[in-house]
């Protein structure tokens, strides 16, 4: 059995990951591909108890930096073991809305905690599972801001209350990240229309399984 692969969308607050991931997810399974979706925090009994402690539990607004990070940590550890490896070793694709760069640019970049205390955090939470490709939709914080503030016109989750000029911290980090992991992580111009940003991540597609899905 042909491992599945294991694709992330990252990106700061409205770049439209979820708009994607729906149409990306629809593209594979029309061509026969088995897959899922995770988000994060979240996608198990577990991990959405911790959403909800992280982004709308009153008791939330007492966390540290330092239990924020361990309880982002905590998600991803149960989700990968329960659900994300499991996926992956029968076979199926796993197309996921977040996972380990969103640690290591919230909760190092944004809120400034020690680069190797989130690596390390990071290397324990996932263990050996990494993903085959991450597609990093970028976007000025301010565009991304008054997407999710149009999308929903509710009122802000824990997260989407910073200021602005950490959403801009964030986004950096995600660019110099990727500067650091060209092979890993494409970047996506994310303020382009949704059928233009669409085109561009099919493109990447293309580019790095189309030889394998004719083999298939
Ligand atoms: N977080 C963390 O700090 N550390 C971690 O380790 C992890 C997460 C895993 C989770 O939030 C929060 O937790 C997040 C990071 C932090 N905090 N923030 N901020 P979430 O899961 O509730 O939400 P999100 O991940 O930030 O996503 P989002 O804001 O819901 O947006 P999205 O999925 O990227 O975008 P969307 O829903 O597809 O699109 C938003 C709107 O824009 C919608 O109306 C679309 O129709 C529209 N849209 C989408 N694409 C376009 C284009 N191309 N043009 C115009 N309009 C568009």
Redesign the pocket.
Known sequence: MQRGKFIT?E????????????RFVKMLTDRGIETIQT????GTSVGERI?DL??HDDAGSQLTNES??LL??A??AQLVREVIAPALNRGTWVIA???????????GG??GLSVEAVEQMNAFAVGETMPDLTLL?D?DAAT?HA??V???GAKP?R??S?PIAF?EK?RQGYLDLAGREPARISVID????????SSQINGIFETRFGALEGSR
């Open positions: 969308f990106g700061s607050e409205g770049c439209g990951k979820s708009t994607q991931i729906k988000r994060e925090p979240g959403r992280l982004q924020e990070l982002f940590a998600s991803r809305d977040r996972f380990l760069d969103s640690t290591t640019v919230y909760q944004g809120r939709l976007l991304g997407r999710a149009a999308a929903t989750d997260m989407e910073q959403f964030v994310a303020s382009e229309s949704i059928e233009g940003v």
